[in-house]
């Protein structure tokens, strides 16, 4: 009886393994579905793609990234204000963080936004994350209806000015 017992155990506990191996594989399909489909995260793991603003270290162990999007020569500062908003820092927080809700808002809780003028700063432990968040930039300057998108989530989120 002892075996018998032993033996539906480690059936049951095959079973449990084996749906948690193909979950855990359909998960990393979907993902990797989702990141094909998705150009916001595509550009916050393309290693290969020039993020926008400067990364800066402190003695503290922050990184900072900083961006004015008033100083590029692509600014879209005339756009913006044609919507109705500032098109200062204020404004591109909000857009970053539509834009994070879009492909990955677990970096919203790695991140602290703060205005500083027409500069935003953006500070991050982890430097790897601000090397993501200056990709997403990139592709979100590149690309308008990617902006216009990151701008209605920043609406909908009431992030954006």
């Known amino acids: 009886m002892l075996q018998i017992l032993l033996l539906v155990a480690l059936i049951m506990i095959?079973?449990?393994l084996y749906d948690q191996a193909t979950l855990k594989k359909n998960l990393q399909k979907k993902n990797t579905a989702e990141v094909?489909?998705?150009p916001l995260m595509e550009a916050l793991v393309d290693i290969n793609k020039k993020g926008r603003g400067?990364?800066?270290a402190s003695n503290d162990g922050w990184f900072t990234l900083l961006y004015n999007d008033g100083s590029e020569m692509d600014n879209h500062l005339t756009f913006l204000k044609e919507h109705g908003y500032e098109g200062d820092s204020r404004s591109w927080k909000g857009i970053i963080h539509g834009?994070?809700?879009l492909s990955d808002p677990d970096i919203l809780d790695y991140i602290n936004m703060e205005e500083e003028g027409e500069q935003l700063a953006i500070h991050s432990k982890k430097e790897a994350v601000l090397q993501s968040v200056a990709r997403l930039l990139a592709k979100i300057k590149e690309d308008e209806t990617l902006l216009i998108e990151a701008v209605q989530m920043a609406e909908l989120n009431d992030k954006m000015v």
């Open 99 to 101: 834009a994070l809700l």
């Open 54 to 56: 400067d990364i800066h």
């Open 36 to 38: 094909q489909h998705n």
């Open 14 to 16: 095959a079973y449990y």
